[in-house]
């Protein structure tokens, strides 16, 4: 079984890195960690960086996902390739673009681009925002899925994750102690559906919403409360489309070995019990 | 607050009585849209209730005794005492009836008014009910909490709550946060140009309740007048809502409890951020604006 400690970091296309920059920046409140040729680097937290845009299709997205060391990314690899995912093994300058030891490159079985990472960097700078939006860190995703329930053996049978709650079909899985570190979305093709990050208090939602309206971020959900993880959210929109989110005080699986998923009944309730409803963001349909 | 003595002077705001063109519509928004308990209709006021008192809210006419802030006295030593003080001061202050006694379900009462002309009534044993408090709709509400006042004459206002026992928490601008227990306020006067009450606070759970009131409100096309917020020197979470002829009701939580202990009052300036430091402002009410 493929063992996965925890969500890594995002590589996004992007045709235009000056706006992705601007955004990540002055809205979101990322921190630059630094540029490469075609790359823009930035962090969220004690790691060298958690983000990252590369002058590109906006189409490619993918999800790094760290693994304890090399052995256990070779088993990754001939597990993968047993069950015919195409495995990509990453080059040493490939490598070093990502800011990992190593790495390998697969798709899952609705088609979004994963990696498996090894020793990814850490920073022995602190974070420093350039805005105060508190986030303390990177901390989730909502992946795309064509088909959630096979998707869900996938990463709970291939991979080592663990359904924390559903709501209806929909799994939000852990691979630590957090609720959630992937939450599965049904969609029509491959993608990240948002990512999170976490933020110090329930304040920092709030004001992000008032800063955000006023700078003409669309929010498109929020800001509400998850009944599932507990946490307070806003979802708003960043360049490319892409939904991003800040969320705290997500509820910790307090017993890995007792904890029962809880099944939510498939409504708008479940995903806001504030009373919230999504604006320019599609719930995903059971 | 007790100024030396083993107990305070007055204890809590206890009710407000506002007067309406319409009580019925009033009653309706309060019941069915803020969320109290409708118990009582007599001598033309509708009571409701916030919590384990028999009522903390009357809609009447707008007539001469209609409308009231009800602050709640130790005992009817105090009483005399507070009454000795405002007339030194200046202040009228007359013995209620009977028949003002009952209206207002007290043992006890003096009726006066400050220098911006708001009509307080300082009473003793105001009526507790034996039953749990049960409202029409799960707004969250746990008690009623206090009152923004308006005010004309801030120096002389200020002498009157004084003189109740009330201390100075914070100023912004000239807004004074008046505090009267542990808590960082229960009473605000609001520099103005008229009297009367500008908004009656309910305390509700915490902020989740705070939250579903904003969206119910938004979904029952009331008006939010401000908020969801946060008081930068209370650090009180608000939601201001609108019901009809401009009565504005609050739900808030979370205010800071500051204790017994004499504190400096700290003066915040008159700009958005002192007013909310989440960055929701007012648009309509110039009290709760910024005039910056």
Known sequence: MIQLKDVSYVRLGSPDLESAEHFATACLGLQIAGRGKKDLYLRSDARAHTLCYSEGDPRDQTVGFEVGDEASLQDAASTLEQLGHAVHAGSAQEAERRKVKAFIGFRDPTGNHVELVVRPERSGQRYFASRDAGITGFSHIGLNSTDPRRDERFWTQVCNARVSDRIGDIPLMRVNAIHHTIALVRAPKAGIQHINHQVETSDDVLRSYYFLNERRVPIVFGPGRHPTSGARFLYFKGPDGMVFEYSVGVDEVEDEATHRPRQFGFEPTSFCMWGSKPAGMALPKS | ?292
């Open chain 2, 1 to 292: 607050m007790n100024n030396g003595s083993a107990t305070p002077l007055i204890a809590s705001v206890c009710y407000v009585r506002v007067a309406v063109s319409e009580p019925n519509a009033s009653a309706r928004f309060v019941s069915d849209i803020f969320g109290l308990q409708r118990v009582a209709d007599q001598d033309g006021e509708i009571a409701f209730r916030s919590d384990s008192r028999f009522r903390t809210v009357s809609l009447g006419r707008d007539s001469a005794d209609g409308a009231s802030i009800g602050i709640e006295v130790w005992d009817d030593k105090a009483l005399e005492q507070i009454g000795g003080r405002l007339r030194e001061l200046g202040f009228a202050v007359k013995e209620a009836t009977t028949s003002e006694c009952q209206r207002r379900y007290v043992q006890s009462a003096l009726l006066t008014e400050d220098a911006s002309g708001n009509r307080i009534d300082l009473v003793v044993r105001p009526t507790q009910s034996g039953r749990r408090y049960f409202p029409t709709r799960d707004a969250g509400i746990v008690a009623f909490h206090g009152v923004g006042l308006r005010t004309t004459d801030s120096n002389r206002d200020l002498a009157f709550w004084k003189a109740l026992g009330a201390e100075v928490s914070d100023w912004v601008g000239d807004i004074a946060y008046l505090r009267i227990d542990g808590l960082h306020h229960r009473v605000a006067l609001y520099p103005s140009t008229r009297n009367g009450l500008l908004y009656a606070a309910f305390e509700v759970e915490a902020l989740d309740q705070v939250m579903q009131n904003s969206y119910f409100m938004q979904e029952s096309q009331i008006k939010i007048v401000q908020g969801p917020g946060r008081e930068a020197a209370s650090r009180q979470i608000f939601l201001h809502v609108e019901g009809p002829d401009g009565l504005i009701f609050s739900y808030v939580n979370g205010m800071a409890e500051l204790g017994e202990k004499p504190r400096l009052a700290r003066q915040f300036p008159l700009t958005a951020t002192s007013l909310c430091d989440w960055g929701s402002e007012s648009k309509d009410v110039p009290e709760l604006s910024a005039r910056d």
